[in-house]
């Protein structure tokens, strides 16, 4: 059964390489940060097999008997007037079933000025979309591997167009309790339109993630590495901005390798005391990092941070992520345990 998860991963892994991860699909708004807790660790992350149902919203293989009656709402200060935020509660049914999940992600867009093409003033209009999920996880029997599912259905509207289509996430993780340390995978957004914005169907925005971390012998600090959008090795671009001219006229264009590839999918992140009422969590994004860096200037792109505070049964947690000099984005989540 272990052989089969494995090869499954591979072959679909194998199958999407020709994705793009860029300005070609419907429904960006489901690969946004769900959480403080993610954002404060880079923005992705699929290790966390513990209390907080919010994680199952990234991978469904997470979902687990210690989620059990945990309500987990969320709300993001985004980029402008953008808005947008998550929920997310697991009920442990019985012993047989485990535990089943739901949850829901939204975006706000704001409010915009309408013209038509002779630049006159129409009516203001706005944006909005939504995906409402349901999970659920299995443990395979007399192994530490967990697999779970999440059905998504989704729907948006921008203007007068709207759209509609389901998405599924298929995860697994492999859970070592001796050693504390959680190996993982998922496959997202596996699914299509029913209805499109307009007459042609738009492909969803596919992705593979894969992760690791474990927390240190003797110490309190968990590590997490997670590698993002495997989907397609060639993420990097050339930025054309970044030449650079010499005296007698010759250009130099900014040359991406091997390296700059692997760091490109890479995001690193750490939790100090991560199973205390108290903890802090500090996460850097190479990729945001470098593709909203700044020539000649530190700006601290790619940089997120957080903290969570239990009192109680109530959990609130803030996390701070760096996109520019010019933009940034708070996140704050509260936590419930309804028991």
């Not at 697999?147 to 759209?163: D, P, V």
């Not at 090795?233 to 692997?262: H, M, Q, S, V, Y």
């Not at 850097?284 to 792109?301: D, M, Q, S, T, V």
């Amino acid at each position: 059964m272990n052989k089969n998860i494995i090869l499954f991963f591979i072959v679909l892994s194998s199958y999407l390489t020709n994705a793009q991860i860029g300005g070609k699909y419907a429904y960006q708004f489901l690969n946004l940060t769900t959480s403080p807790r993610m954002a404060a660790l880079g923005g992705k992350n699929i290790t966390n097999f513990d209390y907080d149902p919010t994680q199952a919203l990234v991978n469904p293989a997470a979902i687990n008997p210690s989620m059990d009656n945990h309500l987990s709402v969320n709300y993001v200060n985004y980029i402008g007037d953008i808005n947008y935020g998550s929920a997310a509660y697991a009920y442990l049914w019985d012993r047989r079933t485990q535990v089943l999940h739901a949850g829901v992600s939204y975006v706000n867009y704001g409010s915009f000025d309408g013209y038509d093409e002779q630049g006159n003033t129409t009516n203001s209009f706005s944006g909005s979309d939504i995906a409402l999920s349901l999970g659920h996880s299995r443990n395979i029997a007399f192994t530490d591997f967990y697999i779970g599912a999440n059905l998504k259905f989704i729907s948006s509207t921008l203007e007068q167009y709207s759209s509609f289509g389901v998405a599924l996430d298929i995860g697994v993780i492999y859970v070592y309790k001796d050693w504390d340390l959680n190996i993982s995978g998922v496959v997202r957004n596996i699914g299509t339109q029913i209805k499109p914005y307009d007459a042609v169907n738009e492909p969803l925005p596919l992705e593979v993630i894969f992760g690791i971390s474990q927390t240190l012998l003797n110490v309190p600090i968990r590590w997490h590495l997670t590698f993002e959008n495997m989907q397609i090795w060639n993420i990097a671009f050339e930025n054309p901005n970044r030449d650079e001219t010499d005296l007698e006229g010759n250009t130099t264009t900014e040359k991406i390798n091997f390296i700059d590839n692997i760091f490109r999918h890479t995001i690193v992140g750490i939790e100090l005391f991560p199973d205390k009422g108290f903890n802090l969590r500090l996460g850097y994004n190479f990729r945001r990092g470098e593709e909203l860096r700044i020539i000649e200037k530190r700006a601290f792109a790619g940089i997120s941070a957080g903290f969570s505070v239990k009192f109680n049964k109530l959990r609130l947690s803030y996390s701070y992520a760096k996109y520019s000099s010019a933009a940034a984005s708070s996140y704050f989540g509260l936590m419930l345990n309804l028991q």
